[in-house]
């Protein structure tokens, strides 16, 4: 669970004297996430979510922060950071650098349907679009420097043809850059579990702590592998169509792009088999382990090698 | 009704265009208000208020729509106006200067309990917190010049007694200003009708367009000869304690504040008798007439000049 700092309705209430959100009538521990500390917060003036941060600091933060706010004033369902009396929106709670910031509405989806894949896709290409006016700028933590060096760190925990799959692609992906497709504010995490639906509506993106500027395509095939899977590793043909089409809609793709669609999809399952294998192999003392399997995007990569030259694209 | 311009969803779709809103799913005329046409409008994204100003003007509109954008980040429940690609709260959609707001839920009430006056004294006192650190600034366009204008102009429509009574009134303001008292941003119109409940909690407090700086109190005041009224223009005693109490509890008012409580709810009365008279005898031309009765008014600054020793305060 994700309370990592407790904070008690005293702390909370001599804390929230510094902001504008009336009086706290309720304070509920969140037991989901495994970065932050969170907390529902209900005051008088409505719902909101308290998050202590654990591991981002005050320098990283801003950038986290300030781009909710912009995409929120852009009419973008994303939590809005609350700004302080003294115009901050970042405070400091039991130690830890904090942020209260609105509360959404909905629920995760397990299996969404080819509506909910094209109503995911708009929104992605909407957040683009606004992302395009944001002022600060961020380079991918998790871009090809650390994907190198993470394939080194891991690689001796696989087997060799595994180890040889993940050099080999480490290598495939130095030549194939997306550097050339159009870049932007990126969510870089969108999966269902930070998406909150409204029925078929998107009433909420959230967690946007893995948010940077890198290739808008490879964003969209993060979002792609999550949401367009099937059960074997293969994209399912109607959701992926749905979500790439309304997207498009939003945001055309360019020529460049849809030639280099496969090579997005390649390095987006890396990405993430890579980091689920740090975590799984290399956990961080102390920390609550919630390893996902890394065995699933390989099997994701796995088979976007063998479709490559057959990849689904627009409907 | 307030549609005075027709906008058409497919105008509506191509202004649309210039922001990160999503697909437009309805557009439904507001038949309320006087000063402006109204919409409501749904999109993908969610629910919002388009507005074209048909009075007010690209050079006075930023004070309003950058103060409904501060109180809201800032967690007061406001409008929050949503920026278009440009960056910028205010476009032009058919001629007329046009925003798009997020749209409250909660309805206004009729007959307000002493709960939901101590609710809506407690959110006056934090929107007044919360707009001291607001960097712009508006001088009240209603304040004495105005009054003593106005009273001129209306004078010669009164009956002798009336006459005397305003012409006293405004000798009286002269000597007694609230210039003195705490000044900050104040709302200067939040009567029940400007204000959205959901059940006992304040969902919403709109129609910021008459908002400036001027005394605070005088702005508690305001609000008191709406939410606190009794039948017969005395203001109901637990009600005023309810409310006063509540903004107390948030900001603490002033001894100089407690003393000219008398004068602030005077005035108060005298403001909108004004211009009550103003819209009954001098209507502009081709306006749509919402007269509401001036008498009602006078009879609330007549209870207040005989109790003004008496005052109802804090509990």
Partial sequence: MSVFTRVTEAELTAWLSDYSLGQLLQLQGIASGIENTNYFVTTTNGRFVLTLFEKLTQHELPYYLNLMAHLARHGIPCPAPVANRSEQFLGVLNGKPASIVSRLSGKSLIQPSSTQCAAIGSMLGEMHLAGQSFGLSLANPRGAAWRAETA??????????????LASEIDFHRSHELSELPQGVIHADLFRDNVLFDENRVGGLIDFYFACNDALLYDVAITVNDWCMGGDGALDEARTRALLTAYHGVRPFTADEAELWPVALRVAALRFWISRLFDLHLPRPGEMIHAHDPEQFKRILQQHIASAGNAIWLE
Avoid: E, I
């Fill in 152 to 165: 080194q760190q891991v690689g001796k925990f696989l087997s060799a043809p595994d180890a040889k799959l």
